[in-house]
C-alpha cells in the first residue's frame, strides 16, 4: 500500500534522526575494530567476484556496441577513451551500488529487521548498548570505505572488456588503443566517480539500515523491509548521482 505524502514525509524526518545519531555514534567509544574488518570482509571482500563478472561484462557490451556504432564513421579507435571516460565518471559507481544494493543492502535490512521482531536489538538497548552504535556504524563505514575499491576494481574489468572486445572482434591495434584511451582519461574522472561511490555508499548503508529498524510485523515486515531498502536505496543513488555530476561539473 503506498504511503500518504504525509506520512512519507515523517519518515523522512525520521531518516534524518537516524543520521544524525549516526553521527553521535562516530565519535562514541568503544571502537570495535573486529567488528568494522567482520562488516569490510563481509561487504567487500565476499562481493568480489560479482563486480568482477558485472564489470567486465558491462565493460564487452558497451564496447560492442560503440565500436559498432564508430566504425562507420572510421573512428572506432576511440572506443577505449569512451568506455574508460564513461565507466570512470558514471557506469562503474552505479553498477557497482547496484549491484551492492541487491546483495547487500537488502541482507543489511533482513539482518536488522529480523532482530528488531525477535526482540534482540531491544535486548542490547535493555543492556545499555546503543544499536545503531554496535550495528549500523559498522555497515555505514565499511561501506563509506569498500564501495570506492570495488569501484575501481569494476573500472579495471570494464577496461579489460572493452580492450578484449576491440582487440578481438574490430581488429584494433592494441598500443593505439591503449594510448588514445589515456589521452582522453583523466586522474579527475577516476577521483569524480570514488567520490560518487564513497557517498553512495554511505547512503546505501544508512537506508538500508533505516529501514531495517524500522521493521514491524513479524516474517512478513522483514521481506518488506527489504524490498523498501533496495527500491529507496537504488532510487536514491541515481538521483543523487545526477545532482553531484551536476555540481563537479560545474564547480569543481
Do not use: W
Not at 183 to 211: E, Q
Not at 231 to 249: E, G, M
Amino acid at each position: 500500500m503506498m504511503q500518504s505524502p504525509l506520512k512519507q514525509l515523517e519518515e523522512l524526518g525520521y531518516y534524518f534522526v537516524f543520521l544524525g545519531e549516526i553521527l553521535r555514534c562516530s565519535l562514541k567509544r568503544p571502537f570495535r575494530i573486529a567488528q568494522y574488518l567482520s562488516e569490510i570482509e563481509r561487504l567487500g571482500v565476499n562481493s568480489v567476484l560479482i563486480i568482477l563478472l558485472s564489470g567486465g561484462g558491462i565493460g564487452m557490451i558497451f564496447a560492442l556496441q560503440m565500436a559498432s556504432i564508430l566504425q562507420p564513421f572510421q573512428v572506432e579507435i576511440g572506443t577505449g577513451a569512451a568506455m574508460a571516460v564513461a565507466l570512470s565518471r558514471e557506469l562503474a559507481p552505479i553498477i557497482t551500488a547496484l549491484m551492492l544494493i541487491a546483495k547487500n543492502g537488502s541482507a543489511m535490512a533482513a539482518e536488522l529487521g529480523t532482530m528488531r521482531v525477535t526482540e534482540q536489538i531491544d535486548a542490547l538497548e535493555s543492556m545499555s548498548i546503543s544499536a545503531v552504535h554496535y550495528l549500523v556504524l559498522p555497515k555505514v563505514i565499511a561501506s563509506f570505505l569498500v564501495f570506492p575499491l570495488l569501484t575501481l576494481l569494476a573500472n579495471i574489468m570494464g577496461v579489460l572488456g572493452s580492450y578484449v572486445v576491440a582487440i578481438a572482434l574490430f581488429s584494433l591495434d592494441s598500443a593505439s588503443y591503449v594510448s588514445y584511451m589515456f589521452d582522453f582519461l583523466s586522474p579527475r574522472d577516476v577521483f569524480m566517480g570514488l567520490i560518487k561511490a564513497a557517498i553512495m555508499g554511505v547512503i546505501v548503508a544508512t537506508i538500508c539500515c533505516f529501514k531495517g529498524l524500522r521493521t514491524v510485523q513479524g516474517a512478513k515486515g522483514v521481506g518488506d523491509s527489504a524490498t523498501k531498502a533496495v527500491v529507496a536505496s537504488s532510487v536514491t543513488i541515481i538521483l543523487v548521482d545526477y545532482i553531484l555530476t551536476t555540481i563537479i561539473l560545474r564547480f569543481i
